[in-house]
């Protein structure tokens, strides 16, 4: 054999390797990918008439630990939002005349992933809706899901006892004492109520608790927010679900 055949299976078996490691590397870092977070995937319901403009996202999850449960979150998911469709339908069609001149009756529904990982998933839909008057109305319904038990979570179900209430309003208080200029324009001392025990998500490693439109403030500010720190919270917070602070 001449030195150059040698050079060229040399060359040939280096090639082989490289590719070998290369195809290795891809499959660990989709396994990986895997591990992140489930999927979500979305479609988008679309159309308009002479009185009526609708827009309406629709989620769906893949990858649950259990099948049955993931095929429930999804059909109560696109239910809801058939159901709304439906609804709305109805009252622009009743309204269509009340609607300010060259304006239409709208639906528009949105949905924003806050986390997924750790077997936990927050999702928030936001819907507008606008049927006549000088605004729609818009609110947020929150998803909080255990993926590891199959179950949506309530604010409630984090905590170890029911003094996390007055630990949570606490850290709230503060919160608006230290940020005094950002929420300023509140007409009410925010408290946890029954509604928060959904009106949350998580997200940046925060327990975010948010009041809808008109609870504490005039509608054009929104939704009022309160980010807590999930870390000063671990230590209320049952075991379980510690693996959402990272």
Not at 9 to 31: D, E, K, N, T, W
Not at 48 to 63: L, M, W
Not at 216 to 229: K, W
Request: hydrophobic share 35%.
């Amino acid at each position: 054999m001449t030195a150059a055949t040698d050079l060229s299976a040399l060359f040939c078996r280096g090639v082989f390797m490289v590719r070998v490691l290369v195809s290795f590397l891809i499959v660990i870092c989709l396994c990986g990918c895997d591990f992140e977070g489930v999927r979500i995937t979305n479609d988008v319901k679309e159309y308009e008439t002479d009185f009526a403009s609708v827009k309406a996202e629709i989620i769906s999850f893949s990858g649950f630990n259990n099948e049955e449960f993931e095929k429930s979150v999804n059909s109560e998911i696109a239910g809801n939002i058939e159901s709304d469709i439906v609804a709305f339908d109805m009252e622009a069609q009743e309204n269509k005349d009340n609607v300010r001149m060259g304006n239409k009756c709208v639906l528009e529904i949105d949905w924003e992933e806050k986390y997924n990982n750790n077997d936990f998933i927050s999702v928030v839909e936001e819907k507008y809706v606008y049927t006549g008057g000088a605004h729609g109305s818009t609110v947020r319904i929150p998803k909080n899901i255990d993926i590891a038990t199959g179950k949506e979570i309530k604010l409630s179900d984090l905590f170890t006892d029911t003094g996390y209430e007055n630990t949570l309003n606490r850290m709230i208080n503060e919160l608006v004492t230290e940020n005094s200029e950002e929420y300023k324009d509140l007409w009410a001392k925010p408290e946890i109520k029954q509604s928060h025990q959904t009106d949350f998500y998580i997200n940046d490693n925060k327990l975010v608790i948010f009041f809808q439109p008109y609870d504490l403030s005039y509608y054009a500010r929104g939704f009022v927010e309160f980010p807590l720190d999930l870390g000063e919270l671990s230590g209320y917070m049952k075991e379980e679900y510690r693996r959402i602070i990272e």
